[in-house]
T-cell receptor
């Protein structure tokens, strides 16, 4: 089973709201990732967690706050977003960081109004 | 930053035709991955390649890791309407960047029944 699940599927939020995206995998993977994707563009890496520790932050604005409560879960907390933050947010996981294939979840379609 | 050149950007083909797309880089990669993405969904891993010269098939799909380690191609034989989508190549450069994937810009495939 190579399933990564994400909730919610769709999210609409105002610029003053606080919301969270959730990601879960039960493959025993120890690396998890958040990506942002605009229409018909490749995914852009935001954060990497390795063994529940943040290992890469691609200079993401502080209004995006990641959290890895345990090896199966990854959250992305959102606060005071801008309309240009509207995008598909993808979670992925891999066995470890390094030369391992990454498996993506179905994504959360975020609209900021 | 590092880029992958993926071509063609788009293809319009007749059902039953074969398809070929490729990715090239100016530097060496240790891993090549091919993903397919349907609208509103996350990328699905099609084929993973780890050795120079490696040729791997998955049903009607065949991919190869170039012998120079700077390129990869994906072939789809006897295309069908459900092959429609965006295909992304992705690779991991020889220097480990903590699991960071470099993506091509994608090839958008349209299949006319």
């Amino acid at each position: 089973d190579t399933e990564v699940t994400q909730t919610p599927k769709h999210l609409v939020m105002g610029m003053t709201n606080k919301k969270s995206l959730k990601c879960e995998q039960h493959m025993g993977h120890r690396a998890m990732y958040w990506y942002k994707q605009k229409a018909k563009k490749p995914p852009e890496l935001m954060f990497v967690y390795s063994y529940e520790k943040l290992s890469i932050n691609e200079s993401v604005p502080s209004r995006f706050s990641p959290e890895c409560p345990n090896s199966s879960l990854l959250n992305l907390h959102l606060h005071a977003l801008q309309p240009e933050d509207s995008a598909l947010y993808l979670c992925a996981s891999s066995q470890q960081t390094g030369l391992y294939e990454q498996y993506f979840g179905p994504g959360t379609r975020l609209t900021v109004t | 930053g590092q880029q992958l050149n993926q071509s063609p950007q788009s293809m319009f083909i007749q059902e039953g035709e074969d398809v070929s797309m490729n990715c090239t880089s100016s530097s060496i990669f240790n891993t090549w991955l091919w993903y397919k993405q349907d609208p509103g969904e996350g990328p699905v891993l099609l084929i993973a390649l780890y050795k120079a010269g490696e040729l791997t098939s998955n049903g009607r799909l065949t991919a190869q890791f170039g012998i120079t380690r700077k390129d990869s191609f994906l072939n789809i034989s006897a295309s069908i309407p459900s092959d429609v989508g965006i295909y992304f190549c992705a690779g991991q450069p020889f220097y480990n960047q903590g699991g960071k994937l470099i993506f091509g810009q994608g090839t958008e495939l349209s299949v006319k029944p």
